[in-house]
Every structure is written in C-alpha cells, then in structure tokens.
T-cell receptor
C-alpha cells in the first residue's frame, strides 16, 4: 500500500519555464512534507518542506503548495534551469512516527536548454 | 564538516550470503536511519538508531538488522540474501535538535547486487 504517490515518472520542461511536480498521499496522519532532489551517484538532498498547518512555503525559485483536503502537494520551480534536472522525491512524516520518512516513487525532471 | 559516508560503494553477493554495509554519520549527528531504494522506486525506511538502540522500524523482516556504535557510526546487516534485496541502500544521519522531523542528511548509498 503506497501511502505517498508521484504519478508522473518523468517531466520535461524548457529552460525558463515553470516545472510543476505533483504528489498525493493517503495517510491523514502525515503532518509534515518534504521534497528531496537526487542526482545520479549522490544521496537525496533536502530541498524544501511544509508543515500541515500551512498551505504554501516559498524558498527562492522553489514553492511548495499543500492542499490537505485533497491530500495533494506540489512543487513549483520558477524559472527552471538545466541544473534542476534530477529525480525529485516527495516525502512525508507524522509526529507519531518521529523521524521516519515515507517517500514517493520519484519524478525525473529534465530541463532542456 | 564531513558529510555522511558509506562503504562500500558497490557490492555483489550471492543469494543466501550475508552482507554488512557501513555508514559514518555527519559530525555532531547522533541518529542514523537506513533506507532501501529499489530500482525505479523511492527510498523505503528500514530502521533508525538513536543512542545505539533501534528506535523505529519499517516493514522489513528480522534478517535485516543493524548496529550503532558510540561514535554514532552504523552498520546494516542482511542475512540470507534474496534476489529482491538488490537495491541501493541509503544511510541518513540527523541531530535530534530543532523541530520534527529532524533534517536528514543522506550518504551516496551502497549499491548491492544479489545474484
């Protein structure tokens, strides 16, 4: 039973345009959501997070939106740059589970120059 | 500041064998988590160690076990290897300070192939 899902395995975007990566979850106990970026031969690196008490969090070119009623979150990257090409993972945690992260399957983003 | 390191980088084992993977946590971090990432999937939580004790476990059988040492480094042991154990094994360290979930820093992983 996949509690966190990323339904798009890949996304291709032109440089300078907006990239939108989506994530759905089923466990209503999740109260914190994170996005990680992963380059080949490297471990995932933390990108941005959002608490369930908020519906938006912004950090430079990256914005995460949370829709709790729909159990959906999205990551917007504006403007997209070729260096953003990587696999992006959505992850979730609940206070009860402490530090355990539940990851989605990932979306491979390709930003074309 | 030294990041999270893992050894070995790659490993090939035969079904039924046992394997030990190692992780050195980032300086100042006292918590280590292990994740399994199968090809084309996201990382899946195996277990976490805090102060040398297991502190949370995912849906993995007992043949997956671990250790954390006084210097906070950690080992993941897998007995009776199966073909499905072939995956990238990621270690993440964190410091129990600040808000939950504590920010986790991942190592580059160990690629295990079971034949």
């Amino acid at each position: 039973d996949q509690q966190v899902k990323q339904n798009s395995p890949s996304l291709s975007v032109q440089e300078g345009r907006i990239s939108i990566l989506n994530c759905d979850y089923t466990n209503s106990m999740f109260d914190y959501f994170l996005w990680y970026k992963k380059y080949p031969a490297e471990g995932p690196t933390f990108l941005i997070s959002i608490s369930s008490i908020k519906d938006k969090n912004e950090d430079g070119r990256f914005t995460v939106f949370l829709n709790k009623s729909a159990k959906h979150l999205s990551l917007h990257i504006v403007p997209s740059q070729p260096g953003d090409s990587a696999v992006y993972f959505c992850a979730a945690s609940s206070g009860n589970a402490g530090n355990m992260l539940t990851f989605g399957g990932g979306t491979r983003l390709m930003v074309k120059p | 500041e030294t990041g999270v390191t893992q050894s070995p980088t790659h490993l090939i084992k035969t079904r039924g064998q046992q394997v030990t993977l190692r992780c050195s946590s980032q300086s100042g971090h006292n918590t280590v988590s292990w994740y399994q990432q199968a090809l084309g999937q996201g990382p899946q939580f195996i277990f976490q160690y805090y102060r040398e004790e297991e502190n949370g476990r995912g849906n993995f059988p007992p043949r997956f076990s671990g250790l954390q040492f006084p210097n906070y480094s950690s080992e993941l042991n897998v007995n009776a290897l199966e073909l499905d154990d072939s995956a990238l094994y990621l270690c993440a360290s964190s410091s129990r300070q600040g808000k939950i979930p504590y920010e986790q820093y991942f190592g580059p992983g160990t690629r295990l192939t079971v034949t």
